[in-house]
Structure formats: structure tokens, C-alpha cells
T-cell receptor, first 110, second 115 residues
Framework: GIQVEQSPPDLILQEGANSTLRCNFSDSVNNLQWFHQNPWGQLINLFYIPSGTKQNGRLSATTVATERYSLLYISSSQTTDSGVYFCAVGNSNSGYALNFGKGTSLLVTP | EPEVTQTPSHQVTQMGQEVILRCVPISNHLYFYWYRQILGQKVEFLVSFYNNEISEKSEIFDDQFSVERPDGSNFTLKIRSTKLEDSAMYFC?????????????FGPGTRLTVL
């Protein structure tokens, strides 16, 4: 399957700081999604972004499909942003099954 | 807003027992998926289901596992004889087809504890 590497594995920020999370993948993809896993374990959809750039409030994401990476930007971080951020990719060769990275664990302190 | 629902939220069972995890996908979606997440680890794909048959499965999805769409709304995952290592959070997901329709939406999960 497609290999997915996320960095950094852990990140501690003070409230108000900005951060960039990276996702590298090993093959061409038809689907790339970013999720936030909250403390209750729920996977919250952030972006569906197999290519291009999207923004939603303080979050934005960019995927450069030709270079096989995606970036998630968090600006003016808040304590509620804490949790694990997963990148997941899939393509038609595998029936669109998502391959997840190991995630970036983010802690935002007051 | 439509959402994927799962029941139960938490299931405790004895090793060797059968469990059935239930999911109601988003109503106009055509692809259905099961994933699992062992505590502290990444989310792993188990199986995808389309047009009333399995379209893809992982190595984890062995003969102990089966899926079914018993009616027009439910999608189930059965584990025939649970093992300790089956303890995990199980997520159901669904998606449409074509373009952004392939975006997968996840349910809240069922936490399975095998004793």
C-alpha cells in the first residue's frame, strides 16, 4: 500500500503560535484527507485535498501532488486545537481505502 | 448535516465470543468501510464494500471477520471468535463516488474490549 509519513510526530505550542504539519506519501493519490482526532477519539474531517490549496478559518492545507506531499497550516493556535492530526491517502488501485500516517500529536498550552 | 452513526459506543466481550458492530452510513453514499485503531496507534484499513460486495480488504481482515449490508441502511462488521488483540476502536466510514464525493466520513467509533 501507499506509505505515509507525517512530521513532526509531536509538537507543543503556546496559544497563539502558528504551525505547519507535513505529510509525505509514496505514490500518486486520488484522495488525501486531513483529520483531527479529538480527546474522545472522534475523527473530524478537516480537508479533502488531493491537490491544490484550501482554507477554512484558521486552518489551511496545500497538496503538491506531483511532489507527493501535503502541508497543514494552523494559525493562531488555541487549546482546543490539541489532539492528533492524521493525514490519510488513497487511490483507485486500492479501492480508495485510506492509508493513514502515524499522526502528529499537538498540544497547545495556555 | 448527515452523519455516520455507530452502535454500540462501547462493547465488552469475553475472548472467543462473537460480536457484531453496527453502522448506519450516510444515506446517499455508495462506498462503505471499516477501519480499526489499536490504542495509541494509527488507524488501519480493514475492508471496503461497494455494490453489495467486498471491493478491497487488508491482511488484517481474515476469516474471523465478515461484513454485511442486511438492509438498505445498516452496515455490519462481525468478528466470529474474538481475541485479546481485537481490542481496538472500530470506525465505520462512508463515501460517495466521483470527485469530492470520494471524501470519507467517519462515525464516532465503537470501542471493543476483549477480556
Amino acid at each position: 500500500g501507499i506509505q505515509v509519513e507525517q512530521s513532526p510526530p509531536d509538537l507543543i505550542l503556546q496559544e497563539g503560535a502558528n504551525s505547519t504539519l507535513r505529510c509525505n506519501f509514496s505514490d500518486s493519490v486520488n484522495n488525501l484527507q486531513w483529520f483531527h482526532q479529538n480527546p474522545w477519539g472522534q475523527l473530524i474531517n478537516l480537508f479533502y485535498i488531493p491537490s491544490g490549496t484550501k482554507q477554512n478559518g484558521r486552518l489551511s492545507a496545500t497538496t503538491v501532488a506531483t511532489e507527493r506531499y501535503s502541508l497543514l497550516y494552523i494559525s493562531s493556535s488555541q487549546t482546543t486545537d490539541s489532539g492528533v492530526y492524521f493525514c490519510a491517502v488513497g487511490n483507485s488501485n486500492s479501492g480508495y481505502a485510506l492509508n493513514f500516517g502515524k499522526g502528529t500529536s499537538l498540544l497547545v498550552t495556555p | 448535516e448527515p452523519e455516520v452513526t455507530q452502535t454500540p459506543s462501547h462493547q465488552v466481550t469475553q475472548m472467543g465470543q462473537e460480536v457484531i458492530l453496527r453502522c448506519v452510513p450516510i444515506s446517499n453514499h455508495l462506498y462503505f468501510y471499516w477501519y480499526r485503531q489499536i490504542l495509541g496507534q494509527k488507524v488501519e484499513f480493514l475492508v471496503s464494500f461497494y455494490n453489495n460486495e467486498i471491493s478491497e480488504k487488508s491482511e488484517i481482515f481474515d476469516d474471523q471477520f465478515s461484513v454485511e449490508r442486511p438492509d438498505g441502511s445498516n452496515f455490519t462488521l462481525k468478528i466470529r471468535s474474538t481475541k485479546l488483540e481485537d481490542s481496538a476502536m472500530y470506525f465505520c466510514a462512508s463515501s460517495g463516488t466521483s470527485g469530492s464525493g470520494y471524501e470519507q466520513f467517519f462515525g464516532p467509533g465503537t470501542r471493543l474490549t476483549v477480556l
